[in-house]
């Protein structure tokens, strides 16, 4: 009995010491640093951010009629669903600016 509790308490503390024995830097390295590659910023006025802008602000008719995505009647388009064609303070839509103001309103 006195064998076998011996046996217990070394197991035990081998399994601290191995615990203890951890490199905490290389943990702290791994887990707390940001994986850079998955984060993806898209540029407005891009193909892809024109396709987020469509998933978000749907300009079809529901089956799969609606104008190219960027053109001018697809920007057009956002700006009616959004309710903001009209307004003075929009850039023009055929601009960069057009789209910088659109992710930054309603996009982002």
């Known amino acids: 009995m006195i064998k076998a ?3 217990i308490a070394i197991v035990s503390m081998s399994v601290v010491a191995v615990a203890c024995s951890v490199d905490e830097s290389s943990i702290e390295e791994n ?3 940001p ?3 998955d984060v993806v910023k898209l540029q407005p006025c891009s193909s892809e951010w024109f396709s987020i802008v469509e998933d978000k602000i749907m300009t079809d008719d529901g089956h799969g009629h609606g104008p190219d995505l960027g053109s001018s009647e697809w920007r057009s388009v956002i ?3 959004l309710g903001i064609r009209g307004r003075t ?3 023009a839509r055929n601009s960069a600016q057009w789209c910088d103001y659109i ?3 309603y996009i982002k």
Do not use: C, G, M, T
Request: glycine share 0%.
């Open 5 to 7: 509790i011996k046996l």
């Open 31 to 33: 887990s707390a640093a």
């Open 35 to 37: 994986v850079l590659e």
């Open 79 to 81: 700006e009616f669903r």
């Open 89 to 91: 303070e929009l850039p």
């Open 103 to 105: 992710d930054k309103n």
